[in-house]
């Protein structure tokens, strides 16, 4: 596929087929992600790849969180609602990534550029690592795989992600990925003429 057309192409794809994807697909995903720009060549990005009964795991915890008393202040109908969405789409994915901040930038960045802000640092390992996410989002297109880029696990309580992955990193996105099992349409964006100036 070319890459133009992959661009124009790709659209988030939140229902999959029970089909598995072979490991040299997912090997080219992952290097996708990795072969991203990063601030500083820094790679701050980490993928924990989830199959069978943890990614379940995770897909049952999202679908639940409302149920728990110790949770309630972190979500409401809405989050809640979307969390759920969100459960539902991780369970029926053959492979969910669950990408991570490593902090390599920040962590290695006081050696170069001392006068930095740390936010502006960290604006930018996020930078690099939606670099990383969007090429993963390209690369399943390409394959033939459709995918989606979760948010709204963000909102879910750093304690249960601390326990679940057993890292302290920072959670970036959760990505659901698979077979696409309903065709969907390519609807039209934006007209681009409206996020544009030109400057002459
Ligand atoms: C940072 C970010 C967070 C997102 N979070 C969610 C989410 O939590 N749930 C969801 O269903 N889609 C999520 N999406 C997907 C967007 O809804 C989707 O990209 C947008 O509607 C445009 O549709 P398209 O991807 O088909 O072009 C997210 C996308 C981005 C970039």
Redesign the pocket.
Known sequence: METIEAIND???I?HFEDEPIPDDILRQILKAGCYAPSAHNSQPWKFIVLKGDKKNELGEAFLNISKEERYKEYTGFYVNR?LK??GRIVKESPITIAVFNKGSFCGSASKYFRQSKKEVLHIMEVQSIAAAIENMLLACHDQGLGA?????PLLVPQELIEDFFNTKNELM?IIPMGYPSKKRAIEKKIDIDKHIIYFD
């Open positions: 790709r659209r988030s939140r979307l969405y969100a989606v880029w979760l948010g709204v996105a």
